[in-house]
């Protein structure tokens, strides 16, 4: 007589991976940051913005999970992510190792608030972001609902170092030499903005972009009044003091924080906890 439990356990095939999707490209610029592109899940509808859970199956055999904003615009076939490398970080002291043909988690579960739809009308858009956080704004410099909203998008990046700003800079060299692109982006690419600083490595322009508004140095650079709450609109995505630094700047000159229920003039996303 058969033993019904060793034949159930024999018989049970290994757990399929839950939301399962293909690593199809990998590409590293530091020993800290990475990006990576994966197949799209059929039934995921996105906003240009928002991001979703991704992660791998942990050593207990359960899903390793972490919030990542989607770097890819809403109509890309595929998904990007660009990603840091925490060597003792649960998820990505492995996350960094994947390769084409591997399998990640894809929740198809999107949601945030750094979407056109918590935003009033309105001329001027800033994009204001550091180390990773200007994940979220290479999809939405990717979107061409973007550049019909908005006449001008500054995107400001502020890392540690000048090699931290190359997936940023290499995105938007790629925006402006897309043919598809130069018609959204006007005579002389002149719609994006792109005021790139560095803080601890020595840059053509230095300085917390914090500091830089302050001063007024960015509107000086830029050659555009300092912030209106009748003209300019703002998404901000950095760590939690960051965060917390712009929005105080941008309350002071008289913009709101909108949300999805409620459209006003900035909205506002950690791109880490901790
Ligand atoms: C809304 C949201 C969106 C996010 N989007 C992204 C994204 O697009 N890309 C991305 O790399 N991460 C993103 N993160 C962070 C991400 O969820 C994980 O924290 C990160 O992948 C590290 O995971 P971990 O398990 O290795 O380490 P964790 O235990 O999650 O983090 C360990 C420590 O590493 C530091 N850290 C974590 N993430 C970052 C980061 N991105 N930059 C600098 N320091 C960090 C923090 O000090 C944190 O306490 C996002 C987080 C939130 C809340
Ligand atoms: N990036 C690295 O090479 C590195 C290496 C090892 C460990 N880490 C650790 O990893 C974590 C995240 O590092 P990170 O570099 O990705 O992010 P980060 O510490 O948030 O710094 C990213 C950029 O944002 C600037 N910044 C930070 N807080 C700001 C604020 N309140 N207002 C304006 N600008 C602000 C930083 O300037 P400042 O330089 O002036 O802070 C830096 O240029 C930190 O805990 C860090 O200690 C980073």
């Not at 300019?232 to 003091?241: F, K, N, P, Q, T």
Request: hydrophobic letters at 35%.
């Amino acid at each position: 007589m058969t033993d019904p439990t060793v034949n159930e356990t024999i018989a049970r095939p290994a757990p399929a991976l839950p939301d399962a999707q293909t690593v199809t490209e990998v590409q590293h610029y530091t020993d800290r940051l990475f990006r990576f592109r994966v197949t799209r899940p059929a039934s995921l509808r996105f906003r240009s913005g928002e991001f979703l859970m991704i992660g791998l199956l942990g050593d207990n055999g359960k899903p390793l999970l972490r919030a990542y904003s989607i770097a890819s615009p809403s109509w890309d076939d595929e998904l990007e992510f660009y990603s840091i490398k925490v060597q003792d970080g649960p998820l990505t002291s492995k996350l960094q190792h994947i390769q084409p043909g591997d399998q990640l988690i894809v929740r198809p579960k999107p949601v945030g608030t750094l979407v056109h739809d918590a935003l009033l009308p309105g001329k001027r858009l800033y994009f204001f972001a550091t180390g990773t956080g200007f994940a979220p704004f290479a999809s939405l410099l990717r979107e061409p609902e973007t550049y019909e909203r908005f006449d001008e998008v500054i995107i400001t990046h502020t890392c540690r170092d000048v090699e931290e700003l190359t997936y940023g800079r290499e995105l938007i060299e790629g925006l402006k030499a897309d043919e598809m692109m130069q018609e959204l982006l006007g005579d002389g690419l002149e719609k994006i903005r792109y005021y790139p600083t560095t803080t601890r490595e020595e840059s053509p322009k230095m300085g917390r972009i914090t500091k830089l508004i302050e001063t007024g140095e960015l509107f000086a650079d830029l050659g555009i009044p300092a912030l209106n709450p009748e003209t300019d609109r703002a998404m901000v995505c950095g760590s939690l003091e960051f965060n917390k630094d712009i929005k105080t700047l941008l309350e002071q000159a008289g913009l709101r924080e909108g949300a999805n229920s409620e459209p006003a003039e900035f909205v506002v996303e950690k791109a880490f906890v901790g």
